[in-house]
């Protein structure tokens, strides 16, 4: 269930909109640690919490991962749009921070979430549903012995 109270009130305005003077800039112990790219980006898996679903994938800048970090929503940086984003501001999807954490070199995090409705802009609960690919699967070797 998400939290009765949100961290940060809801509001109309889109994200991108809202003024963010006076708020603090992401911890400098983490911005150091982040790997980006040549755009300023880490890649964000975005995974349910119970259920470990992977969701959907999206971007961070720091700007974006210090407002997930404060506000108990994921807040996306859009490559196309070139603007922030909070996931469920227009759709009622909403996903509510359970974790971040960033991997072992730096470049990718992973948001756990209570994901509210569909993850996927297309309607369906994750992006990867019934877009499988055809692959040849494997069987890890028993060891010998066994």
Avoid: N
């Avoid at 991108?16 to 790219?37: C, M």
């Avoid at 980006?41 to 210090?66: H, K, P, S």
């Avoid at 996927?120 to 499988?132: E, I, L, Q, V, Y």
């Amino acid at each position: 269930m998400p939290p009765s109270t949100p961290a940060q009130p809801e509001s109309d305005t889109p994200v991108a909109q809202r003024p963010d003077e006076g708020r603090p800039a992401l911890d400098p112990a983490i911005a150091d640690a982040l790997k980006k790219d040549a755009a300023g980006l880490v890649a964000a898996i975005v995974q349910q919490y119970d259920t470990l679903e992977v969701l959907m994938l999206g971007w961070m800048d720091e700007e974006a991962l210090r407002r997930t970090l404060s506000s108990g929503r994921v807040t996306f940086y859009s490559r196309s749009r070139a603007e922030y984003w909070r996931k469920g501001d227009t759709s009622g999807h909403r996903q509510w921070v359970r974790g971040v954490a960033l991997d072992c070199d730096g470049d990718a995090l992973l948001v756990t979430v209570d994901q509210e409705g569909a993850a996927c802009h297309t309607g369906t609960r994750t992006c990867f549903d019934g877009r499988a690919l055809p692959a040849v699967t494997a069987d890890r070797p028993h060891p010998e012995g066994s």
